[in-house]
């Protein structure tokens, strides 16, 4: 599963959301993004898990979510990519970076080799637990690659009602801007429910320590890694499923050259 689907498969832990708030049993972190090369994407309703409001993973970003915003309505996050729109000449980002979230920093590599890949818009509506649309923003991924492994880069104006952090995170301070990074343990299981989480698992869920995400055609596990920060009013992150020689230090040092940017 390469990176595209797991974070379109948070977003499996982090652009996730919650399935609702009826209901213990819908109270799941539901990943699906199945996608298929050229496809669009199924809309995806992302949730945390460590607060009264909705996570961002920034998007990533996934949690279940335990409330919503007083005033808000808003209890899940629907994220769409078309996977058929991107643009691979790194000279069009300007564009869309205009369009979606202008301001934001970004760069064409890293020092430490990752290159950009791909762009997509990534568009996500607000609903309440009624399915209802009551808003929508638009935010960037770029997908870098460097010897067969990959990382996304996302940058989405933040949201009154998003989570954007977790008692989890390693904090650091990076060129003035509080910098979050985490390693998440995730565990993808088939829609259907013929295989459930123990309840160990569960729990550990519950409390926001791992992640449960549902749409796999068999039990998966594997680990999130993420940097994430807010700054001048949008959420970045940088996230991959397959880190490969990369280190905390490595991500806090491309969250700094895209600040520095």
Request: glycine share 8%.
């Given at each position: 599963?390469?990176?595209?689907?797991?974070?379109?498969?948070?977003?499996?832990?982090?652009?996730?959301?919650?399935?609702?708030?009826?209901?213990?049993?819908?109270?799941?972190?539901?990943?699906?993004?199945?996608?298929?090369?050229?496809?669009?994407?199924?809309?995806?309703?992302?949730?945390?898990?460590?607060?009264?409001?909705?996570?961002?993973?920034?998007?990533?970003?996934?949690?279940?979510?335990?409330?919503?915003?007083?005033?808000s309505g808003v209890v899940g996050w629907y994220s769409s990519t078309m996977l058929n729109q991107n643009w691979t000449d790194f000279s069009e980002t300007a564009e869309y970076v205009q369009?979606?979230?202008?301001?934001?920093?970004?760069?064409?590599?890293?020092?430490?080799?990752?290159?950009?890949?791909?762009?997509?818009?990534?568009?996500?509506?607000?609903?309440?637990?009624?399915?209802?649309?009551?808003?929508?923003?638009?935010?960037?991924?770029?997908?870098?690659?460097?010897?067969?492994?990959?990382?996304?880069?996302?940058?989405?104006?933040?949201?009154?009602?998003?989570?954007?952090?977790?008692?989890?995170?390693?904090?650091?301070?990076?060129?003035?801007?509080?910098?979050?990074?985490?390693?998440?343990?995730?565990?993808?299981?088939?829609?259907?429910?013929?295989?459930?989480?123990?309840?160990?698992?569960?729990?550990?869920?519950?409390?926001?320590?791992?992640?449960?995400?549902?749409?796999?055609?068999?039990?998966?596990?594997?680990?999130?890694?993420?940097?994430?920060?807010?700054?001048?009013?949008?959420?970045?992150?940088?996230?991959?499923?397959?880190?490969?020689?990369?280190?905390?230090?490595?991500?806090?040092?491309?969250?700094?050259?895209?600040?520095?940017?």
């Open positions: 599963m390469d990176e595209l689907k797991m974070e379109r498969t948070i977003r499996e832990t982090l652009k996730t959301t919650a399935e609702g708030l009826e209901a213990p049993d819908k109270l799941k972190t539901r990943i699906d993004f199945a996608i298929r090369s050229g496809e669009a994407q199924a809309p995806v309703r992302r949730r945390p898990k460590w607060g009264k409001k909705l996570a961002a993973v920034c998007l990533v970003a996934a949690l279940a979510v335990t409330g919503a915003v007083a005033g369009e979606h979230v202008p301001g934001a920093k970004y760069v064409a590599s890293f020092s430490n080799g990752y290159t950009f890949d791909k762009g997509y818009e990534d568009t996500v509506d607000k609903r309440d637990d009624s399915g209802n649309t009551l808003g929508s923003f638009t935010g960037i991924m770029l997908t870098y690659e460097k010897d067969g492994a990959d990382l996304t880069f996302a940058a989405e104006p933040v949201q009154e009602e998003g989570e954007y952090t977790s008692p989890y995170d390693d904090v650091s301070t990076v060129a003035g801007t509080e910098v979050h990074y985490r390693e998440m343990k995730g565990i993808a299981l088939p829609g259907d429910g013929s295989i459930q989480p123990t309840a160990e698992e569960q729990a550990a869920f519950e409390r926001g320590e791992i992640n449960i995400a549902y749409g796999s055609s068999e039990r998966e596990e594997n680990t999130f890694y993420r940097v994430s920060w807010i700054e001048d009013g949008l959420a970045y992150s940088i996230y991959t499923y397959n880190p490969g020689t990369l280190t905390a230090d490595d991500f806090f040092q491309m969250a700094q050259e895209v600040i520095e940017a």
